[in-house]
C-alpha cells in the first residue's frame, strides 16, 4: 500500500473515545464527507508512493486549522493557496499554519516538502475547551484519559511509513514524546523546535531566525 492508501484509511477510522474531563470536547473533523474528500485528494496528491518519511509531530490540530481542514498544521487559506486544493470550508486562517508554510516556502514549495515529511501531531484530533484550542497534556485528568489512545494512534502514524526520527514541535511536547516513546520505542532521535503558535504569538520580531532554524533542521533530517 501507498503512503496516501494507509494514512487515508488512518484518518477515515479515528475515534473520539471517551468523555474528557473539565469540559474538554474532542472534535472529530474527519466524520465529516467534506474533509474525507479533502483527505483524499491531499495525500493522493503528495503521498502516492511508498517512501518514508520524518515525522513531524505537533500537539493536536487546532480547531481552525488541521480541526478543521483534517490536514495537520494547514488552514484552508494554505490548503487552497499552496497545496492548490480547493475547498468549501470558511476562509479561516491559523497562527501555526501561516508560519509552517512560511517555512515550507522557505524550504522550497509543498512538493518538495511533502516529498520528505509528514505533518502530524501526538494525539491527532482536535481539543478545545469553551471553544478555545486546548492541549492533550493541559491537564493530568485529561491526559490520563487520553494516553491509551495516543499510544496507539502513535504506533498507528509511525506505521504509515516513518523514518527512525521525529521532530517535534513545542518544548512540553517534547518532553512527552520523549516518554510515550520510551514505552514504544519508535524513534531512536527526538528533535525539537519551538512550537509555531509559541514563536508568532510571542517571538514574531524573530520569525525570519526562527524560519531559518527550522529550514536549517529539516535539510539536515530528510532521508533522500
Not at 512538493?111 to 494525539?123: E, I, M, Q
Not at 491527532?124 to 484550542?133: D, F, I, Q, R, T
Request: with cysteine.
Amino acid at each position: 500500500m501507498t503512503f496516501a492508501e494507509k494514512a487515508i484509511s488512518f484518518y477515515n477510522q479515528l475515534s473520539a473515545g471517551s468523555e474528557l474531563p473539565h469540559s474538554v470536547k474532542t472534535l472529530n473533523p474527519y466524520e465529516q464527507t467534506d474533509v474525507k474528500q479533502i483527505v483524499v485528494q491531499f495525500y493522493e496528491k503528495f503521498y502516492a508512493d511508498e517512501l518514508p518519511r520524518v515525522w513531524i509531530m505537533g500537539i493536536n490540530p487546532g480547531r481552525l486549522g488541521g480541526g478543521t481542514t483534517g490536514i495537520s498544521f494547514t488552514d484552508p487559506v494554505n490548503l487552497e493557496q499552496y497545496c492548490h486544493i480547493n475547498h468549501t470550508f470558511k476562509n479561516t486562517t491559523e497562527l501555526s499554519s501561516q508560519f509552517i508554510y512560511k517555512c515550507i516556502n522557505q524550504f522550497g514549495g509543498t512538493d518538495r516538502f511533502f516529498s520528505r515529511f509528514h505533518l502530524g501531531a501526538v494525539y491527532p484530533l482536535a481539543l478545545v475547551k469553551e471553544g478555545k484550542n486546548y492541549n492533550y497534556y493541559d491537564s493530568p485528568e485529561v491526559y490520563k484519559v487520553l494516553e491509551t489512545s495516543i499510544l496507539e494512534y502513535l504506533k498507528q502514524q509511525v506505521a504509515l511509513g516513518s523514518a527512525k526520527e521525529v521532530i517535534c514541535l513545542g518544548q512540553k511536547n517534547y518532553q512527552y514524546l520523549q516518554l510515550l516513546n520510551k514505552q514504544l520505542d519508535l524513534f531512536e532521535q527526538i528533535h525539537v523546535l519551538e512550537h509555531p503558535r509559541f514563536i508568532m504569538q510571542y517571538k514574531r520580531k524573530e520569525m525570519t531566525e526562527y524560519i531559518k532554524k527550522y529550514v536549517t533542521l529539516w535539510e539536515n533530517t530528510y532521508t533522500r
